[in-house]
């Protein structure tokens, strides 16, 4: 019988998938009677007996020494100028212990504790208390850094100043001390100079030592140290809110300059400058003028910027030259001829006036 290829093939297969069967049956059954050892009581994952024991560290060769030093190599970088946070924990006659997290206990110096008098430390700071502190410092060679508080309320307080300035705020202060040159003052903590010809009040100068005046910002510098103020700017600003151009006010000759006389009107001085006495020509104010003369003036400028007041008596002049021949005259006819200089102003506006535009 001749066999072909394909039966041959076909024969050959079915013999090697029998054998692979026979195979396999005798493995499962050698596996089924095989002993794994796997115990029948297996520890689940949250079972402690589970984990391995906690290894005991007192072998590790690391010292508490040796991580004090680790510790030492990352110490906080402070720096002048920064500001800090800090505990005080000791108080002693010439300053403070600050806890501040370095290595040593920094210190504040006594005059360093605030931008004003103070008798103790104690008037400022108590044990256990928190609080900011600027560094004046580096390290000393004992490591210890330098502290102040005065350096960060002098900083906050030229802050608060230049606010007020900008406000155009009239501020009130004590005056603690005088000199030739004016009087001086504490603001926000900060020593302020009022120049004597800003100082406005019947006082002598002196005798200003514990007054409260207002006062009017006229240079705030923190680069060049200087706060100057005016006294005179104050009252003149008060003053102005009840006065206007126009309006005749009395006045008491407080002094005379060749270039005129400074009339107190209330409690504020204005000028009456030589060339505003009288129409006609005057040599000099002491012809026609004297100290502590009372007289009728009218406002003719209010400059609230510069503080100051300019009067006029030779626009009450009802005849060019009166206030040379006839004063009293002058005085009678003050509200008159007042009114008649106000009905001018009022003309001159409604001339300057810009002419309507009318649009077909």
Excluded: C
Excluded at 155 to 181: C, H, M, P
Excluded at 248 to 256: A, K, L, P, S
Excluded at 259 to 278: N, Q, T
Excluded at 312 to 326: R, Y
């Amino acid at each position: 019988m001749t066999v072909t290829p394909s039966e041959l093939e076909s024969s050959a297969t079915a013999v090697v998938e029998s054998d692979l069967d026979t195979v396999a049956d005798q493995d499962f059954a050698a596996d089924a009677d095989l002993d794994l050892g796997i115990p029948e009581d297996v520890p689940s994952a949250d079972d402690p007996s589970s984990r391995a024991a906690a290894r005991d560290i007192e072998g590790v060769g690391f010292t508490l020494d040796e991580f004090a030093s680790l510790l030492s190599k990352y110490d906080y970088n402070f720096k002048p100028g920064d500001v800090v946070k800090g505990a005080v924990f000791a108080i002693e006659s010439k300053g403070a212990m600050i806890d501040i997290g370095a290595k040593t206990a920094a210190f504040m110096p006594m005059q360093e504790v605030s931008i004003n008098r103070v008798e103790g430390i104690a008037d400022v700071l108590e044990p256990g208390e928190e609080r900011e502190f600027f560094i004046l410092s580096e390290e000393n060679e004992d490591g210890q850094l330098t502290l102040s508080i005065r350096r960060i309320e002098y900083q906050r307080a030229w802050e608060r100043v230049r606010q007020l300035q900008k406000e155009d705020a009239t501020i009130y202060s004590e005056v603690f001390a005088t000199n030739r040159g004016g009087a001086l003052v504490r603001v926000e903590g900060l020593r302020g100079f009022i120049p004597g010809s800003h100082i406005s009040t019947r006082k002598p100068k002196e005798d200003l030592v514990a007054d409260f005046l207002p006062l009017k910002f006229l240079e705030v510098d923190e680069e060049r140290n200087r706060l100057v103020l005016s006294h005179r700017r104050a009252l003149v600003e008060r003053k102005m809110n009840r006065l206007e151009v126009g309006e005749v006010v009395i006045g008491t000759v407080r002094g005379i300059k060749p270039y005129g006389a400074f009339i107190d009107i209330g409690g504020v001085s204005g000028l009456l400058h030589i060339s505003e006495i009288s129409h006609e020509h005057i040599e000099t104010p002491h012809t026609v003028l004297n100290v502590n003369d009372q007289m009728k003036v009218m406002i003719i400028d209010l400059d609230a910027e510069r503080g100051r007041i300019s009067l006029s008596t030779k626009a009450l002049e009802p005849e060019p030259g009166d206030m040379l021949t006839d004063p009293q005259k002058v005085f009678e006819k003050a509200e008159e001829m007042a009114a008649r200089y106000k009905q001018m102003l009022l003309e001159q506006a409604e001339d300057n006036e810009p002419m309507g535009v009318t649009l077909d």
